[in-house]
């Protein structure tokens, strides 16, 4: 059968080159992709309601004359005028109130007419009335037929109206009724669960026949919605073993160890590795040792000390004779993995090189020939590592740290970049504490190694909320500290959309406080500076030649200075919980006490409160991962709303983890071989669009 719903969107009716522009908009290319654009929710005008059982705070239909039209202004000397009419069927009266009508309205609102109006009923000076309802002019012995089915509202876009993308879609859901699509899923799994087929289940959430569906689907409750979230996240599985499976295959560098240098660098250390770390690198060396590709995700809470597991990864590999490279999100991150790894390998008689988007001309030819010719056996940089220009002599590990950070393209042109040669080990380093499951799920094309535990001698850092009247007293306690010989993180947050404007707000405290304490070195820190500036000033902090580091977020991934005691953040109801966890980790990794300061508007409304109290009261990313999970929905959270790494169309990893391990087990069922052409189906029409788990290989 030939498949229809691949075709563009220009076949349907309605469908211009404008509208398909504000269809793309929406994601929506292909006819498929209209059958996946699932309502928002449902409209019943199948049935007229009796004006006297109209209900306030709901929508109703209803057919009523009008007893009564009249104007008025608004307020007094306003110029715009209100039109009131009072409209009465056998049962009872109610006002329908507009405050921007044509002529036209106001002669189909004439005394005697009947009109069909469909809209929410609310009460006004203890009268039932509807504020710019649907209006129709009907004749009340041939009025027009109803609905047969429920009305969905789809989620648009500006300047597409409600009734045109119901209309496109609905030449969409036509043709499903007509034409049928291959079924994905199999019969016998279907029968079990008593699921319905793909084609009812889709018709049933396009057009619901009444409102036991509906109740059903606002509860996320509805047979044809379960069947849809579990063939999502299959799909999305499938692409994700897939992608593995093609790896795995690859050839892969070689990685023979005598263990004697990770035995050097943990000798030399100034500390013992915690268990967790032990555990971590066995894991690592096993896979080393697999003869497959590594692929694995090393996921710890702030401070649990990731960095020394990846130096520790990286000597097997210089040891076999090839180079790693570790990628950073930030420059001021790219730089900091450098200082440490220069001071951990020199010993080892390791050459490290770093190079960043800041390295031009001369310095940068030099750095990329040393690269090339493998004098520089571990390269630390930021993405500007895996620009073409860029060429290793053999590259044999990669190592990404705050993978949250990075995109999906990043992390592709990554792949693309080794595509043709050996697949190198690669290292995925995250912070971001989600579920074990969850991160299963997401990662599922990824092995799994997570540090638990941070190392002993830290101290909680204690945590208090402070509102913007006492921020003098806060000043003079700063400086108190600074003078016992602490270290300030002042962090100034505004939206991230806007960081010209964050880097103003810091500008602005970094002015007051250098006013307000003329004794203290203060220093200021943000994203709009050059590379070499953000570095000197953050290495003069390092050094504890500045006292207070005013910081936009740039600093919130990684930043080390175990004698920075303190963290002060502006405004930080504007992040995320996850985010603000991540900034105090930035304190507390050393022997000082050690105090994070929320300096909050005065008037905090009670949502805001209990935010902030859930990181007062808690230490432990996890918990408060699994709170902003809760708040924010898993795309905020894991940051990869923009990137669509993890956008879903129906499935909410939130919600739906209880579906997993079904998820696994369909997926493991499908992935037989009498299965091929739904689990090609399946791809196409839930990940198709989306490049990158079909596209490698
Ligand atoms: P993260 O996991 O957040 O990247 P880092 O690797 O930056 O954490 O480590 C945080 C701090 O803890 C660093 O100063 C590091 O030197 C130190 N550290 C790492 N491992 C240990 C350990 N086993 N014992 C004591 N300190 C450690
Ligand atoms: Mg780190």
């Not at 555990?279 to 690592?284: I, K, S, Y």
């Not at 820190?525 to 005013?550: C, D, N, P, W, Y």
Request: proline fraction near 4%.
């Amino acid at each position: 059968m030939e498949d229809w719903s691949a075709q563009g969107l220009r076949y349907l009716k309605g469908v211009g080159p404008k509208v398909a522009q504000k269809l793309e908009k929406l994601g929506l290319m292909t006819q498929r992709d209209l059958l996946f654009h699932l309502p928002l929710r449902y409209e019943d005008r199948t049935s007229v309601t009796a004006v006297g059982s109209l209900q306030p705070g709901q929508r109703f239909l209803v057919q009523a004359e009008v007893l009564h039209v009249g104007t008025s202004f608004r307020r007094q000397g306003a110029s715009r005028r209100v039109l009131a009419a009072k409209l009465a069927d056998h049962s009872g009266v109610f006002t329908v109130r507009l405050f921007y009508f044509s002529a036209k309205l106001q002669q189909m609102l004439e005394k005697g007419n009947w009109i069909r109006c469909f809209g929410e009923v609310r009460i006004a000076q203890g009268e039932l009335e509807m504020v710019h309802p649907e209006l129709q002019l009907i004749d009340i012995d041939q009025p027009p037929p109803l609905d047969q089915n429920l009305t969905p509202v789809y989620s648009t876009t500006e300047g597409l109206h409600q009734q045109s993308i119901k209309k496109i879609v609905g030449q969409v859901i036509d043709k499903l009724q007509e034409h049928d699509m291959p079924e994905t899923l199999p019969q016998d799994w279907l029968a079990v669960h008593h699921f319905p087929d793909f084609k009812s289940a889709m018709l049933c959430l396009h057009r619901p026949r009444d409102s036991k569906d509906v109740r059903l689907i606002a509860q996320r409750n509805h047979p044809a919605q379960h069947r849809f979230v579990i063939e999502e996240l299959t799909a999305h599985r499938l692409a994700l073993l897939e992608r593995r499976a093609e790896i795995s295959v690859r050839q892969n560098p070689p990685i023979n160890t005598t263990g004697k240098l990770i035995e050097q660098l943990t000798c030399n250390l100034p500390f013992s590795l915690t268990q967790a770390q032990q555990n971590a690198v066995q894991d690592l060396l096993q896979d080393f040792d697999s003869g497959k590709p590594m692929l694995r995700l090393l996921q710890g809470d702030v401070g649990s000390g990731k960095t020394v597991v990846a130096a520790l990864a990286c000597l097997p590999v210089v040891e076999s004779g090839f180079q790693a490279a570790l990628m950073a999100p930030t420059e001021i991150l790219a730089e900091q993995h450098y200082q440490n790894f220069k001071q951990w390998f020199e010993t080892l008689d390791i050459n490290v090189v770093c190079l960043l988007g800041a390295d031009k001309g001369k310095k940068r030819e030099q750095k990329l020939a040393v690269i090339a010719n493998a004098e520089a056996a571990v390269v630390v940089g930021t993405h500007a590592l895996f620009q073409a220009s860029v060429e290793f002599n053999a590259l044999g590990l990669i190592i990404i740290d705050e993978q949250h950070r990075f995109g999906v393209d990043q992390r592709l042109a990554l792949q693309k970049k080794t595509l043709n040669e050996n697949m190198p080990h690669q290292l995925i380093m995250t912070a971001t504490p989600i579920p074990r499951t969850m991160a299963m799920s997401i990662y599922a094309d990824l092995d799994y190694t997570q540090i638990d535990e941070l190392p002993p001698d830290r101290k909680p850092v204690t945590t208090s909320i402070v509102s913007e009247q006492q921020r003098q007293s806060l000043i003079e306690r700063v400086a108190g500290s600074c003078e016992c010989g602490g270290q300030v993180y002042w962090v100034c947050t505004l939206i991230e959309e806007s960081e010209a404007l964050q880097c103003e707000a810091a500008e602005v405290t970094y002015q007051a406080l250098q006013q307000q304490l003329p004794q203290l070195s203060i220093a200021l820190v943000h994203g709009r500076m050059k590379a070499a500036e953000k570095e000197s000033v953050i290495q003069a902090f390092k050094r504890g030649e500045t006292q207070i580091l005013v910081a936009t977020t740039v600093i919130e991934v990684g930043v080390d200075v175990p004698n920075a005691n303190i963290m002060i953040i502006e405004n930080p109801e504007r992040l995320g919980l996850s985010q603000i966890h991540q900034l105090r980790g930035r304190v507390g990794r050393g022997s000082r006490e050690s105090f994070c300061i929320l300096l909050v508007k005065n008037n905090l409304s009670e949502s805001v409160r209990n935010r902030m109290d859930i990181i007062r009261n808690h230490q432990d990313g996890f918990i408060i991962a699994e709170k902003d999970l809760q708040i924010r929905g898993a795309g905020e959270v894991l940051g990869t709303r923009q990137t669509g790494e993890a956008s879903f169309k129906i499935a909410d990893l939130l919600h739906d983890q209880n579906w997993f391990a079904e998820v696994e087990a369909l997926a493991a069922l499908i992935r037989k071989s009498q299965h091929q052409n739904m689990r090609q189906q399946l791809l196409r029409n839930w990940v198709g669009a989306r490049q990158g788990y079909t596209e490698v290989g």
